[in-house]
């Protein structure tokens, strides 16, 4: 499932997933992977995702029920 709310999040801090990836340690194409759902980051990794954007782990991580995304 791609994780779309995180590519908002970072553009709205107008960071290149470069830019990301820097600051929390990974290569661009992690932040690739898990923005385009094919990878699933540890906890860890998603903590930090989190401090570097300023959201929460609901905010960028947790899936949705689905009458929500209807």
Do not use: H
């Not at 992690?30 to 401090?51: F, H, M, Q, V, W």
């Amino acid at each position: 499932m791609k994780n779309l709310r995180l590519k908002i999040a970072r553009v709205e801090l107008d960071m290149s997933q470069e830019d990301l990836a820097n600051e929390v340690g990974v290569t661009r194409q992690t932040i690739g992977a898990i923005e385009n759902g094919s990878y699933n980051p540890t906890l860890n990794l998603c903590i930090d995702i989190c401090k570097a954007t300023g959201k929460t782990l609901n905010d960028l991580f947790w899936e949705e029920e689905k009458n929500e995304k209807e």
